[in-house]
């Protein structure tokens, strides 16, 4: 998308966000004319850009795109994948807190660069880490978890904690190798750690909020340090540090839940 287009994507969508009548809200001729490049449907509330192969819910003021490996429908958001990743280093796990599948205590690791995708099922393709969750209540995709870069005028839901940003365990002393509850300031352009659900049909909560009506996939939703994630009857606990992991989050002899990518598993 050239920035033309993204500003007026952009002013179309605020059109409708400011639209505060529910009739013309259920009218496609309510929101106005289409911004340039997208073109009606058979569908009178969706439109189509055939350059980018984003899908706009006229009525919503929604634009998503059609993800060919889960089968549902994306929004996309400002956020965009760190590009700069590789320059990027923390540590971002997530650890069991409660579960019928899993050990209290074991922990999940979250890529930096390639992120975390969860499921029921084993990983069929692709470079990404897989948490397989064999659990009738987490669907086959289920959610994904990657760190991303959030726009300054970024409006995508804060359900983390109070903690907040990415935790500097340099800014106090660690007296037993504990959390502590010091942030570290955040900076522009510092990747953030974000989860989506992906249309699943329990949902995703982040401290007791689901991201999702069921079949319907999120908006990214940032995770915060110390943030709490249910995914069908297993409860996680994100941690999230500068550089190295507190004892609770520690790689020890047993602990650590195998999300190696497909490919990894396959060679």
Not at 14 to 23: C, F, G, H, K, P
Not at 79 to 88: H, K, W
Not at 143 to 160: C, K, L, T, V
Not at 220 to 232: A, C, E, F, S, Y
Request: aromatic share 8%.
């Amino acid at each position: 998308m050239n920035l033309s287009f993204e500003d007026e994507l952009d002013g179309y969508v605020r059109s409708v966000d400011n639209t505060e009548s529910s009739a013309t809200r259920g009218s496609a001729t309510g929101v106005g004319s289409l911004p340039e490049g997208f073109e009606a449907s058979a569908d009178p509330q969706y439109a189509y850009n055939r350059e980018s192969g984003y899908w706009l819910d006229r009525y919503s003021g929604t634009v998503s795109y059609y993800d060919e490996q889960s089968h549902v429908y994306v929004p996309v958001d400002t956020v965009q994948v760190a590009p700069n990743a590789a320059q990027f280093t923390c540590v971002a796990r997530l650890v069991v807190a409660q579960s019928d599948l899993f050990v209290a205590g074991q922990i999940a690791e979250i890529g930096v660069e390639e992120g975390l995708d969860i499921g029921r099922d084993r990983p069929e393709n692709g470079s990404a880490r897989h948490l397989r969750i064999p659990d009738i209540e987490v669907s086959r995709y289920h959610a994904r978890i990657y760190f991303g870069i959030e726009d300054s005028e970024d409006s995508s839901n804060e359900a983390g904690s109070e903690d907040g940003e990415i935790e500097d365990t340099h800014t106090a002393e660690l007296s037993d190798g504990e959390c502590t509850s010091k942030d570290m300031e955040a900076k522009e352009g510092t990747p953030r750690l974000y989860i989506v659900d992906l249309g699943s049909t329990h949902g995703t909560l982040v401290n007791q909020l689901r991201l999702s009506e069921p079949k319907t996939a999120s908006k990214p939703q940032k995770l915060n340090h110390r943030d709490i994630v249910t995914l069908g009857r297993t409860v996680f606990n994100v941690h999230i540090h500068s550089e190295w992991a507190c004892a609770g989050c520690a790689n020890t002899e047993g602990n650590e839940i195998s999300t190696l990518p497909a490919v990894a598993c396959r060679e």
